[in-house]
């Protein structure tokens, strides 16, 4: 008698692929998140630039940063009520929440004749200190002991701020804080 010889892949031989082609999908996932991570911060990063470009052009004609009805403004010209968020509203931390400024917007765009880049970005939570969730989604212009700032939210830590500014940092998330004039963080 003769045997036929059958040609195949065995258990083990199939195991070993599936386990090499798991080890390469999670090793592109995990790049792909990253890049997702750092193509969301340069975002941001390139807004903060552009409303930093359209506040100092804005004290460069008037001779000071505009003054707000609020210590902190969202800036931007829209933020639709979704999620945690009431209409308006760039940041919401327990027991407030920073909403935008018409006036503001309105005063920009009359003083430096040019439209304001729209600042609605992608959501972040960060736990703080005491256990509250605070949900930012874009840029906060802050106007406090006669200095003048803008704070973000990047995901990363410290290092992931633009070069000279200050941070506090969360749990895969940080607050960066860009000093315009003075020193509006003082006592935060």
Request: hydrophobic share 40%; charged share 20%.
């Amino acid at each position: 008698m003769q045997r036929k010889s059958i040609k195949g892949f065995t258990i083990v031989e199939l195991l070993v692929v599936i386990v090499i082609i798991g080890i390469l999908a999670s090793i592109t996932l995990v790049s792909y998140v990253g890049a997702q991570e750092k193509a969301r911060n340069v975002q941001i990063l390139s807004t903060v630039n552009q409303w930093e470009t359209i506040l100092r052009a804005y004290e460069t004609i008037n001779g000071t940063f505009p003054n707000t009805e609020l210590d902190y403004v969202c800036l931007g010209d829209s933020y639709p009520a979704e999620g945690p968020y009431l209409a308006d509203q760039c940041m919401k931390a327990p027991g407030w929440g920073v909403s935008r400024s018409q006036q503001l917007i309105d005063e920009l765009k009359a003083s430096n004749h040019s439209t304001v880049p729209n600042s609605v970005l992608p959501s972040l939570t960060f736990v703080n200190m005491s256990g509250d969730s605070e949900y930012y989604r874009g840029l906060l212009y802050l106007r406090r002991n006669g200095g003048f700032g803008i704070t973000y939210a990047l995901k990363g830590d410290g290092n992931t701020c633009a070069i000279g500014d200050s941070y506090f940092e969360g749990d895969g998330f940080v607050a960066c804080r860009r000093v315009l004039l003075g020193d509006p963080y003082a006592g935060l």
